[in-house]
T-cell receptor, first 113, second 111 residues
Framework: AQSVTQLDSHVSVSEGTPVLLRCNYS??????LFWYVQHPNKGLQLLLK??????LVKGINGFEAEFKKSETSFHLTKPSAHMSDAAEYFC???????????FGAGTILRVKS | EPEVTQTPSHQVTQMGQEVILRCVPI?????FYWYRQILGQKVEFLVS????????KSEIFDDQFSVERPDGSNFTLKIRSTKLEDSAMYFC?????????FGPGTRLTVT
């Protein structure tokens, strides 16, 4: 069965510095991978997705993720953090049919001024 | 921009009572889903719904749960006899293909 592991439960960065949120996946087939963000009292918002096209995926709000099959990783990055990026981020893998999403445990990003 | 909406935002119910959680998916979407997140745990898949029938369900989705699309716009999750362990945030999602768009959730508290 497919799964994702988010390697950090909390990440703290200073405003203007790079963000790196780490995710490893496990899948018996070529996966579809996603990053979602959840701001307090808001729903889960799709940041970006990988579905076997380009390995470097650009999302909203300046976020990117790179699919690395050899490392089974799909880390989320942003060159310069903003205060508004403070939220919880979920790495997600889809089952083969795209019918069911499997979530990681989430990483809470804190941005310090 | 179209959004998935859910009502109510918070529902408190007594153990053994029936609850219905309501969702309005994005209008041109064909696939509908329910997920839940128990406090401190991962978001878990409950059920997917397509073409007016369940396409997949998890082991959590037992006979106490049911889903319905009673009209062209609403998608509901019913829990027939709530248990304390049903307390969670319930998310509705809708989509066209691999992308799923989530609502803000309904926090269900069973006392």
């Amino acid at each position: 069965a497919q799964s994702v592991t988010q390697l950090d439960s909390h990440v703290s960065v200073s405003e203007g510095t790079p963000v790196l949120l780490r995710c490893n996946y496990s899948s018996s087939y070529s996966p579809s991978l996603f990053w979602y963000v959840q701001h307090p009292n808001k729903g889960l918002q799709l940041l970006l997705k990988y579905t076997s096209a380009a390995t470097l995926v650009k999302g909203i709000n300046g976020f990117e993720a790179e699919f690395k099959k050899s490392e089974t990783s799909f880390h989320l990055t942003k060159p310069s953090a903003h205060m508004s990026d403070a939220a919880e981020y979920f790495c997600v893998v889809s089952d083969r049919g795209g019918n069911k999403l499997v979530f990681g445990a989430g990483t809470i990003l804190r941005v310090k001024s | 921009e179209p959004e998935v909406t859910q009502t109510p935002s918070h529902q408190v119910t007594q153990m053994g009572q029936e609850v219905i959680l309501r969702c309005v998916p994005i209008s041109n979407h064909l696939y509908f889903y329910w997920y839940r997140q128990i406090l401190g745990q991962k978001v878990e898949f409950l059920v997917s719904f397509y073409n007016n029938e369940i396409s997949e369900k998890s082991e959590i989705f037992d006979d106490q749960f049911s889903v319905e699309r009673p009209d062209g716009s609403n998608f509901t999750l019913k829990i027939r006899s709530t248990k304390l362990e049903d307390s969670a945030m319930y998310f509705c999602a809708s989509g066209v293909t691999y992308e799923q768009y989530f609502g803000p959730g309904t926090r269900l508290t069973v006392t």
